[in-house]
């Protein structure tokens, strides 16, 4: 079996992997709310979504009455009613866009990326705590009597209504403490965090910690692996902020510290 430093490196490497991919957080270049009608997208002027780059003219997208949202590709191409999806966001490409359309509230985006970016390259690397293997936590996993509903802010202010089904539970020197997984899969629940390296040395809004090797009694935190949110790394996310429950008094020194030139 593997030990688990070199676990840790190689979830290392496949982080900063999938934020350089083609579909990571660092080439986005635009992020449009729909609403309902036909609007047009490309980079000429006479769009009604203006991208800095790629083709003059991508196509229409049109948002009906019930939020369903078809995409016309540009030069009478078939046009495609997209499978809208919270957590899978319908993608289309032109030329080098990667285009998806994201869904909040109900409410719709067009998210878009450029694969040509030379932004993943200027990623500066991002800074760890030294790895600290008591950060790795057996929690209990606990089904909540009735499943708690929360309104949950994000970066950009937008409220959102969430419900949390689980909570985990674990003691660290003495002291018992509670999370609320608000977000993720039943395979990996999502747990928006603050403590108190916020206030010097981590991303000051948030960082998220995903479960692992979930039983139905027991749930592995590891806090080595909490990571920046995208808003960390674009303007263009939109990120959850932590439910009370989540904002601990204590100082978790493990995992990414924030990036240089962020706050």
Known sequence: MT????QYADWQARRLAALKAPDGWLNIIARDWLSEGTVSVGSAEDNDIVLPTGPAHV???TEDSEGNV?????????????ALSKYK?????????????????GENALRVRDTAS???????????????????I????????????????TSKAIETAVEASHKAVFTRDGVTYELLATHGTPE????????????????AACRF?????????????????????????????????????????IRIEAGEKRLAGSH
């Open 3 to 6: 030990d688990y430093p070199t």
């Open 59 to 61: 196509g229409t997208l």
């Open 70 to 82: 078809t995409y016309a590709p540009a030069g009478g191409g078939e046009p495609v009613r997209l």
């Open 89 to 105: 966001p319908p993608r289309f490409t032109a030329e080098n866009l990667l285009l998806e359309v994201t869904t909040l509230n």
């Open 118 to 136: 030379d932004a993943p390259h200027r990623l500066a690397a991002i800074d760890y705590f030294p790895l600290d293997p008591s950060w790795r």
């Open 138 to 153: 057996l929690a209990d996993w606990i089904r909540l009597d009735t499943p708690k509903g929360l309104t949950i802010s």
């Open 188 to 203: 990996a629940p999502q747990f928006v965090i603050r403590d108190q390296t916020a206030r010097d040395s981590t991303y």
């Open 209 to 249: 910690v995903f479960g692992e090797e979930v039983t139905d009694k027991t749930i592995v935190l590891d806090f080595n692996k909490a990571i920046n949110p995208p808003c960390a790394f674009t303007d263009f996310a939109v990120c959850p902020m932590p439910p009370a429950e989540n904002v601990l008094p």
